[in-house]
T-cell receptor, first 117, second 113 residues
Framework: EAGVAQSPRYKIIEKRQSVAFWCNPI?????LYWYQQILGQGPKLLIQ????????DSQLPKDRFSAERLKGVDSTLKIQPAKLEDSAVYLC???????????????FGPGTRLLVL | GENVEQHPSTLSVQEGDSAVIKCTYS??????FPWYKQELGKGPQLIID?????GEKKDQRIAVTLNKTAKHFSLHITETQPEDSAVYFC????????????FGTGTLLAVQP
């Protein structure tokens, strides 16, 4: 079974530029998560999708971050404009049916390492 | 909201020794507690989880214990091997429409050969 795919793996940009990350979840997984992991910290949830609908985006800085999951499969996370403090690893995870009151395993991708200069 | 604290932040053991990582949570409604292992350059990988209706769970060299009264849970690794070296994260969630995971700050485990 193929795992969660993410691209690019690394990205270096200057502040105020824009950047986009892509995620392809495990086939058949209805729930998709984007996490931000700052160096030395645990992952922090940014947004959760159930199919193509947003379930939780309470910690997404909506003035600069946006995300979409068209057709309920792949997802894109965008930052515009980027700030220095956005330097982090952006992790995508998927679960078979993580919402709907089921606590199922979240499978993580390798992440995209973003450095904002 | 839920808060998860994890200790120690770093742990060095000799190969063959045991390692214990401890976490505490704040919300008594939390009922699902997974542990993830993150190797350098990779995403976190689930290694074991426990639900609130169970006090202990074991899988080969790995075990997790849960004390609901004290609101803490621990990861135990026995007979450590160099390949166990990684960052370990605990997490907690409340069964809900979102099942949001709150992660601890991580423990860097180094197993010295």
């Amino acid at each position: 079974e193929a795992g969660v795919a993410q691209s690019p793996r690394y990205k270096i940009i200057e502040k105020r530029q824009s950047v986009a990350f892509w995620c392809n979840p495990i086939s058949g997984h209805a729930t998709l998560y984007w996490y931000q992991q700052i160096l030395g910290q645990g992952p922090k949830l940014l947004i959760q999708f159930q199919n193509n609908g947003v379930v939780d985006d309470s910690q997404l800085p909506k003035d600069r971050f946006s995300a979409e999951r068209l057709k309920g499969v792949d997802s894109t996370l965008k930052i515009q404009p980027a700030k220095l403090e956005d330097s982090a690893v952006y992790l995508c995870a998927s679960a078979l049916e993580g919402g709907s009151w089921g606590q199922e395993t979240q499978y993580f991708g390798p992440g995209t390492r973003l450095l904002v200069l | 909201g839920e808060n998860v604290e994890q200790h120690p932040s770093t742990l060095s053991v000799q190969e063959g020794d045991s390692a214990v990582i401890k976490c505490t949570y704040s919300d008594s409604a939390s009922n699902y507690f997974p542990w993830y292992k993150q190797e350098l350059g990779k995403g976190p990988q689930l290694i074991i989880d426990i639900r609130s209706n169970v006090g202990e769970k074991k899988d080969q060299r790995i075990a997790v214990t849960l004390n609901k009264t004290a609101k803490h849970f621990s990861l135990h690794i026995t007979e450590t091997q160099p390949e166990d070296s990684a960052v370990y994260f605990c997490a907690a969630s409340i069964r809900s429409a979102t099942n949001k995971l709150i992660f601890g700050t991580g423990t860097l485990l180094a197993v010295q050969p």
